[in-house]
């Protein structure tokens, strides 16, 4: 049950037998992938209580002020949560959300409220059925799955037409350190799935080394603390398994604070030297030594 920061802190008192139940920067680590929301956090607006004694799962209503001054009451979920698939600093605040997206006005022409009466009760003492092209239009419109996706096995990885360039200039040079360390087949951008990942079927992670089945994705939480969290941490999740059902295994490069996701994601603090040696000994423990050795330049 959600409740107040001064009464979880209360009942946690309570029922740990001292003043501090969480010390300063017990969970510092677990909010370092949201800086935007560590920004929006102030003590004296939660009786003094720092984020870094909180749990990022709890279940207690903080209070949170955002840079434009709006002040307004969420709980950890709902704030890493919030993003979504938006990438702007507002979208940590509801109220700067909404003045970022303001609802459509809708004009009506002035009507004949005499005329629109007595229209409705001519159809109700007609019943007059609904025509099928209003019955179709009020259905829920199914998102058409894209037809450019070859037709492969589920598992084979190909050029595909709708993925993304690069995203950042830091997944390219890790791309071109895998390369100068690593014989496997470039230009690869995508491995076919069984069910659909949003509308294609298909998946394109950052890095594919088909010989060995393995797809290696860099992660960060971006500038404002929107990638790979919240609602896009579900999304990889759901990436990651149908790679995974597929035949594939994934190495995630986890940085700036992201926690791992998968048995053998690489959890680091900034990508460097250490980069490329650490996703081989990853390699290793997925594929074996002998097959992963066999593959170094």
Known sequence: MTEPVRWWWERRQFSRGT??????????????????LVRQYHPDLNGGIVLSQIP????V???WECSAGHRFAATPTEQRERPGRVRRRSAWCPECSALAAPRPVRVVERIDAGAVLAAVQQAKAVRMP?????????KRAVPAICEKTPDLPAGEPFVSACAPPPASAAEARLRADLTAAMLFTEG??????????FRHREVWPDILLPELRVAVEYDTPGRHGLEHVGKREASDRR???LLRTAGWEVVRVRTGGLEPLG????????????????IVDALRR????????????
């Open 263 to 278: 048995p053998h994601d690489v959890v680091l603090r900034t990508a460097g030297t250490r980069t490329v040696p650490t």
């Open 56 to 59: 990022p799962a709890a279940d």
């Open 130 to 138: 609904v025509a099928p092209a209003q019955a179709s239009a009020r």
């Open 188 to 197: 690869m951008t995508a491995v076919r799935v069984a069910r659909p990942f």
């Open 239 to 241: 990436k990651d398994a």
């Open 286 to 297: 997925i594929r074996g030594d002998l097959v992963v050795d066999a593959y170094l330049r």
């Open 61 to 63: 209503l903080l209070c």
């Open 19 to 36: 003043d501090v139940p969480y010390a300063v920067g017990t969970y510092r680590s677990a909010w370092a992938a949201y800086p935007e």
